[in-house]
Protein backbone atom coordinates (compact mmCIF):
# COMPACT_ATOMS: atom_id res chain seq x y z
CA UNK A 1 0.00 0.00 0.00
CA UNK A 2 1.37 3.56 -0.73
CA UNK A 3 1.24 5.67 1.98
CA UNK A 4 1.22 9.05 2.19
CA UNK A 5 3.01 11.38 4.98
CA UNK A 6 0.57 14.52 5.13
CA UNK A 7 -0.94 17.30 7.31
CA UNK A 8 -3.95 18.33 6.01
CA UNK A 9 -3.39 21.79 5.53
CA UNK A 10 -0.04 21.74 3.58
CA UNK A 11 -0.13 22.79 0.13
CA UNK A 12 2.36 20.54 -0.82
CA UNK A 13 0.65 17.00 0.61
CA UNK A 14 -2.65 18.59 -1.16
CA UNK A 15 -0.53 18.87 -4.29
CA UNK A 16 -0.03 15.04 -3.93
CA UNK A 17 -3.51 13.57 -2.60
CA UNK A 18 -4.74 15.16 -5.65
CA UNK A 19 -2.09 13.53 -7.98
CA UNK A 20 -2.48 10.55 -6.48
CA UNK A 21 -6.33 10.21 -6.69
CA UNK A 22 -6.23 11.51 -10.56
CA UNK A 23 -4.38 8.24 -10.71
CA UNK A 24 -6.62 6.21 -8.83
CA UNK A 25 -3.82 5.23 -6.80
CA UNK A 26 -4.94 3.67 -3.45
CA UNK A 27 -2.87 5.21 -0.62
CA UNK A 28 -3.30 5.14 3.67
CA UNK A 29 -2.85 8.90 4.83
CA UNK A 30 -0.37 9.03 8.37
CA UNK A 31 -0.69 12.54 9.53
CA UNK A 32 1.71 14.55 10.66
CA UNK A 33 0.49 17.51 12.77
CA UNK A 34 2.82 20.57 12.10
CA UNK A 35 0.94 22.57 15.10
CA UNK A 36 2.41 20.28 17.37
CA UNK A 37 5.86 20.10 15.56
CA UNK A 38 5.76 16.30 14.83
CA UNK A 39 7.39 17.16 11.58
CA UNK A 40 10.54 17.99 13.34
CA UNK A 41 10.07 14.51 15.61
CA UNK A 42 12.64 11.92 15.61
CA UNK A 43 10.41 9.53 13.47
CA UNK A 44 9.72 12.27 10.61
CA UNK A 45 13.04 13.61 10.53
CA UNK A 46 14.08 9.68 9.58
CA UNK A 47 11.64 9.43 6.70
CA UNK A 48 12.50 13.12 5.73
CA UNK A 49 15.77 15.42 7.02
CA UNK A 50 14.53 18.55 6.11
CA UNK A 51 11.48 17.92 8.69
CA UNK A 52 8.51 18.54 6.48
CA UNK A 53 5.98 16.92 5.09
CA UNK A 54 4.74 15.38 2.66
CA UNK A 55 6.94 11.77 2.49
CA UNK A 56 5.67 9.08 -0.06
CA UNK A 57 6.05 5.58 0.45
CA UNK A 58 5.31 3.89 -3.18
CA UNK A 59 7.09 1.16 -5.24
CA UNK A 60 9.61 0.20 -2.43
CA UNK A 61 10.79 3.71 -2.50
CA UNK A 62 10.67 6.92 0.27
CA UNK A 63 10.41 9.99 -1.82
CA UNK A 64 10.08 13.26 -0.49
CA UNK A 65 9.90 17.02 -2.13
CA UNK A 66 5.48 17.73 -3.88
CA UNK A 67 6.91 18.15 -7.15
CA UNK A 68 9.46 15.76 -7.24
CA UNK A 69 6.79 13.30 -5.90
CA UNK A 70 4.75 14.30 -8.64
CA UNK A 71 7.15 13.98 -11.52
CA UNK A 72 7.66 10.56 -10.79
CA UNK A 73 4.38 9.41 -10.88
CA UNK A 74 3.97 11.20 -13.81
CA UNK A 75 7.57 8.86 -15.12
CA UNK A 76 5.83 5.53 -13.86
CA UNK A 77 2.33 6.27 -14.57
CA UNK A 78 1.46 9.09 -16.92
CA UNK A 79 -0.27 12.41 -17.27
CA UNK A 80 1.16 14.94 -15.36
CA UNK A 81 3.62 16.67 -17.98
CA UNK A 82 3.45 16.79 -21.90
CA UNK A 83 4.93 14.96 -24.12
CA UNK A 84 6.39 18.07 -25.90
CA UNK A 85 9.73 19.43 -24.62
CA UNK A 86 8.11 23.16 -24.86
CA UNK A 87 4.94 21.98 -22.73
CA UNK A 88 6.96 20.41 -20.14
CA UNK A 89 9.29 23.28 -20.03
CA UNK A 90 5.69 26.01 -19.51
CA UNK A 91 3.94 23.58 -17.01
CA UNK A 92 7.32 23.20 -15.07
CA UNK A 93 7.32 27.10 -15.48
CA UNK A 94 3.32 27.66 -13.63
CA UNK A 95 4.50 25.03 -11.68
CA UNK A 96 7.52 26.42 -10.21
CA UNK A 97 6.18 30.04 -9.73
CA UNK A 98 3.45 28.84 -7.47
CA UNK A 99 5.71 26.05 -5.79
CA UNK A 100 9.23 27.83 -5.14
CA UNK A 101 7.89 31.41 -5.35
CA UNK A 102 4.99 32.06 -3.41
CA UNK A 103 5.18 29.05 -1.39
CA UNK A 104 8.68 28.92 -0.01
CA UNK A 105 7.75 33.23 1.41
CA UNK A 106 4.70 32.19 2.57
CA UNK A 107 5.29 29.79 4.38
CA UNK A 108 4.14 29.72 8.00
CA UNK A 109 7.45 29.43 9.68
CA UNK A 110 8.70 32.35 8.09
CA UNK A 111 5.40 34.54 8.26
CA UNK A 112 5.75 33.47 12.03
CA UNK A 113 9.33 35.03 11.89
CA UNK A 114 8.73 37.89 10.07
CA UNK A 115 5.63 38.60 12.50
CA UNK A 116 7.98 38.17 15.53
CA UNK A 117 11.38 39.26 14.45
CA UNK A 118 9.04 43.22 13.37
CA UNK A 119 8.02 43.01 16.81
CA UNK A 120 4.31 42.54 15.12
CA UNK A 121 5.05 45.80 12.70
CA UNK A 122 4.17 43.04 9.81
CA UNK A 123 1.47 40.94 10.32
CA UNK A 124 1.28 37.57 8.95
CA UNK A 125 -2.33 38.21 7.32
CA UNK A 126 -0.38 41.67 5.79
CA UNK A 127 2.38 39.19 4.86
CA UNK A 128 0.63 36.63 3.05
CA UNK A 129 -1.89 38.62 1.45
CA UNK A 130 0.91 40.36 -0.72
CA UNK A 131 2.68 37.65 -1.18
CA UNK A 132 0.29 35.56 -2.78
CA UNK A 133 -1.17 38.28 -4.23
CA UNK A 134 1.88 40.00 -5.89
CA UNK A 135 2.32 35.76 -6.96
CA UNK A 136 -0.69 35.01 -8.22
CA UNK A 137 -0.90 38.35 -10.06
CA UNK A 138 1.83 36.91 -11.93
CA UNK A 139 0.99 33.87 -12.46
CA UNK A 140 -2.44 35.20 -13.95
CA UNK A 141 -0.44 36.96 -16.77
CA UNK A 142 1.54 34.40 -17.28
CA UNK A 143 -1.64 32.30 -18.45
CA UNK A 144 -2.67 34.71 -21.08
CA UNK A 145 -0.88 32.27 -23.55
CA UNK A 146 -2.37 30.41 -26.53
CA UNK A 147 -1.25 27.33 -24.57
CA UNK A 148 -4.14 27.80 -21.91
CA UNK A 149 -7.36 25.98 -22.45
CA UNK A 150 -9.35 24.15 -20.18
CA UNK A 151 -6.28 24.23 -17.66
CA UNK A 152 -3.44 25.81 -16.89
CA UNK A 153 -1.62 23.80 -20.18
CA UNK A 154 -4.08 22.06 -22.83
CA UNK A 155 -7.37 20.04 -21.25
CA UNK A 156 -5.68 17.57 -19.62
CA UNK A 157 -4.75 18.24 -15.75
CA UNK A 158 -0.90 19.22 -15.43
CA UNK A 159 1.40 19.56 -12.41
CA UNK A 160 0.58 23.22 -13.18
CA UNK A 161 -2.94 22.50 -11.90
CA UNK A 162 -1.94 20.62 -9.03
CA UNK A 163 0.50 23.53 -7.50
CA UNK A 164 -2.61 26.26 -8.09
CA UNK A 165 -5.65 24.40 -6.94
CA UNK A 166 -4.15 24.64 -2.56
CA UNK A 167 -2.10 28.05 -3.09
CA UNK A 168 -5.91 29.41 -4.60
CA UNK A 169 -6.68 27.39 -1.07
CA UNK A 170 -4.68 29.22 0.66
CA UNK A 171 -5.34 32.46 -0.87
CA UNK A 172 -8.98 32.57 0.33
CA UNK A 173 -7.89 31.50 3.60
CA UNK A 174 -5.78 34.72 4.02
CA UNK A 175 -8.51 37.03 2.54
CA UNK A 176 -6.57 37.13 -0.94
CA UNK A 177 -9.19 38.70 -4.21
CA UNK A 178 -8.64 35.95 -6.53
CA UNK A 179 -12.07 37.14 -7.99
CA UNK A 180 -9.74 39.65 -10.61
CA UNK A 181 -7.52 36.64 -11.69
CA UNK A 182 -10.46 35.59 -14.00
CA UNK A 183 -8.09 32.99 -15.53
CA UNK A 184 -7.17 31.73 -12.16
CA UNK A 185 -10.85 31.79 -11.43
CA UNK A 186 -12.00 29.74 -14.43
CA UNK A 187 -9.56 27.47 -14.14
CA UNK A 188 -9.56 26.63 -10.88
CA UNK A 189 -13.23 25.85 -10.95
CA UNK A 190 -13.08 23.88 -13.19
CA UNK A 191 -10.39 21.56 -11.37
CA UNK A 192 -12.53 21.76 -8.46
CA UNK A 193 -15.10 20.21 -10.34
CA UNK A 194 -13.67 16.95 -10.94
CA UNK A 195 -14.24 14.53 -8.00
CA UNK A 196 -10.90 13.21 -7.72
CA UNK A 197 -9.76 16.50 -6.84
CA UNK A 198 -12.30 17.65 -4.48
CA UNK A 199 -11.72 14.20 -2.28
CA UNK A 200 -8.44 15.65 -1.52
CA UNK A 201 -9.23 19.11 -0.30
CA UNK A 202 -8.01 19.67 3.10
CA UNK A 203 -11.65 19.75 4.51
CA UNK A 204 -12.34 16.37 3.13
CA UNK A 205 -9.16 14.37 4.80
CA UNK A 206 -9.00 16.78 7.88
CA UNK A 207 -8.39 14.46 11.11
Request: aromatic residues 8%; glycine residues 8%.
Amino acid sequence: MTRLYDYWRSSASYRVRMALNLLGEGFEIVPVDLLQAEQVGAANMVRNPQGLVPTVEIDGLTLTQSLAIIEYLNDTRGGFLPDDAGGRARVRALSYAVAMEIHPICNLRVGRYVEAASGGAVTMKGWQQKFIGEGLAAVEVMLDHPATARFCHGDRVTMADLCLVPQVYNARRWEVDVTSFSRISRIVAELEAIPAIAAAHPEKVKP
